[in-house]
């Protein structure tokens, strides 16, 4: 999925939100808080698609747990674009006639997907 500079733009703000607070928790150092500075200008920069944005966020989230909560938000997002292609897909599989492609379809997504 490809995103926006306005979205990255929104990402962006709430990595430094989430890192202002935890600084101010005492969560992080000021080294800490230029060392994800770096990270997030190093990389946003050349974000275009979902997966580059994923990429960046488990980035920080290994090094930083603070930023799990929108690596998860995220993978969420992803998930969910995802499953409305394959409902859109199974939908129109049907409407075709083709209801054993439409339920293996179905079955893709829900054996790859599952919790």
Known sequence: MTITANYIKHIEREIIEISLNALEKNELTEEDLKNIAETVLETSGKIALHDE???MLEG??????????TLILEKRKKLEEHK???????????????IQEAIA???????????
């Open 84 to 98: 409305g292609a394959v409902i859109d897909s199974v939908l129109g599989l049907a409407k075709s006639g083709q």
């Open 60 to 69: 920080l989230a290994v090094n930083w747990p603070i930023f799990s909560n």
């Open 53 to 55: 944005l994923l990429t």
């Open 105 to 115: 379809v179905a079955k893709s997504f829900t054996n790859t997907n599952a919790l």
